[in-house]
């Protein structure tokens, strides 16, 4: 990408596009490792001492690398040791869901410095408004900085926004979000700082595409399942969003084994949603009499499925109702791959979301026999492996990636 840049602002293979290219690989290699000397540095970039020693003057005057210590316990004189410098930019990211906000502030190195949390996501458009700046403000407070420090923010929600006409689509249980004015009002209240909104199951994607499971793969499907269905594909190591934003809408698939439900915009509801969501794993646990675990009588319809999955995985190892549940859920959730499997046929699908992955390794297996019965291609499955809240990991990671291809390109700022 800065390659790209660097060439619009002058002629490729100039001086100056080759230090920004440098520059960058530096800082790309700080990031990685956390800090280098300029030894270091010089012999992983395959630049001379003297270069290696430029390249850093410049870095540091421009306020990019500072000086963290030196090296020891080696022979000969101390090295300096440098590092990105977390103060270059910040970025927000925020999920937002139907029973709340999450916020999280993160610096140019990824490091999360600031939280916050609100219940409820507003049932006006002014009201969304209102709690998207509320939860940004509380997390910038908790980093310490004032909302002028943020260089971008990242916002994700369930549905798409369609980029013809504005609205909100596949997400009507998002009450508040749907004026076709909501963006545009946004971005006033926002003011200078750039921003973008994206469907929460695509940033659960990119988080895995850049620090999970999907590191090392350009093509790939993720699932995933918690409140309802949804899929996130990734081409050519691009996210596939469509024409309306709906690509991966999986909830409304049509399947066998499930009622043909008509008007699904209006159901809010399909036939993958019908066949093995929440209210089909808590359908499976009766039919087998299966019982969900003590204490979560009162959870949430997403966390007395995630429980009674749960179960269902440890009691599978011997023959019983935790067996023929977790099995039943593995041969539907295939059923639904398969489909997806049949026009995409990715390289390797993950695994994600509260419900899924409560069934853990047993599932995954079961999964992926399945699958291999009921579809030609044969991709790889993974459980997610991305920490606590893929969706908030994944808007701080998009939008640290753009940040980074503005704020690391030092064509402009070389001499």
């Known amino acids: 990408m800065t390659t790209a840049m660097a060439g619009s602002a002058g002629t490729p293979g100039t001086p100056r596009v080759l230090r920004a290219m440098n520059d960058r690989a530096a800082l790309d290699l700080l990031l990685e490792h956390g800090t280098l000397s300029r030894t270091r540095i010089g012999n992983l970039t395959g630049l001379s001492k003297p270069t290696a020693s430029q390249l850093l003057a410049r870095l540091e005057a421009a306020g990019l690398v500072v000086v963290t210590g030196t090296s020891e316990g080696r022979p000969g004189p101390n090295a300096q040791l440098y590092a990105v410098n977390p103060a270059a930019a910040r970025v927000a990211g925020l999920d937002v869901t139907p029973t709340g906000i999450r916020a999280a502030i993160a610096d140019i190195t990824g490091e999360t410095v600031g939280r916050f949390e609100l219940p409820t996501p507003g049932r006006s458009a002014q009201g969304a408004v209102d709690r998207v700046l509320l939860a940004l403000d509380g997390a910038v407070k908790d980093a310490g900085l ?4 943020v260089h971008r923010i990242v916002i994700g929600t369930q549905g798409a926004f369609d980029p013809a006409t504005g609205n909100l689509r596949y997400a009507s249980h998002l009450h508040g ?7 545009e009002d946004m971005a006033a209240a926002l003011g200078p700082i750039p921003f973008e909104v994206e469907n929460d199951v695509n940033l659960a994607a990119i988080a895995e595409q850049r620090i999970g499971e999907a590191r090392d793969c350009e093509n790939f499907t993720l699932l995933w399942g918690e409140r309802g269905f949804g899929a996130a594909v990734v081409i050519g190591g691009r996210l596939h969003r469509g024409a309306t934003g709906g690509a991966g809408e999986v909830a409304f698939l049509p399947l066998p084994g499930a009622p043909l439900v008509r008007n699904v915009a209006r159901s809010n ?6 066949l093995a969501g929440r209210r089909a794993v808590l ?6 009499g299966l019982a969900p675990p003590p204490g979560t009588s009162g959870g949430t319809l997403t966390e007395k499925a995630a429980a009674v999955v749960a179960e269902a995985a440890r009691t599978a190892e011997s023959p019983g109702p935790g067996q023929a549940v977790l099995a039943e859920f593995a041969t539907r959730l295939a059923t639904g791959l398969a489909a997806v499997v049949a026009v995409i046929d990715p ?3 993950i695994l994600a979301g509260g419900v899924i992955t409560a069934g853990g390794e047993p599932l995954r297996s079961l999964i992926q026999s399945e699958l291999a019965e009921l579809a030609v291609p044969r991709p790889a499955i993974r459980l997610s492996t991305t920490p606590d809240s893929p969706v908030l990991t994944g808007a701080l990671q998009s939008a640290l990636a753009a940040t980074r291809d503005e704020v690391f390109d030092t064509t402009g700022r070389t001499p």
């Open 269 to 274: 509801s399909g036939g993958f949603e019908e």
């Open 177 to 183: 979000w749907h004026s076709p004015r909501l963006l």
């Open 283 to 288: 359908g499976l646990a009766r039919e087998h």
């Open 146 to 149: 004032h909302r002028t420090d």
């Open 347 to 349: 390289e390797l699908i």
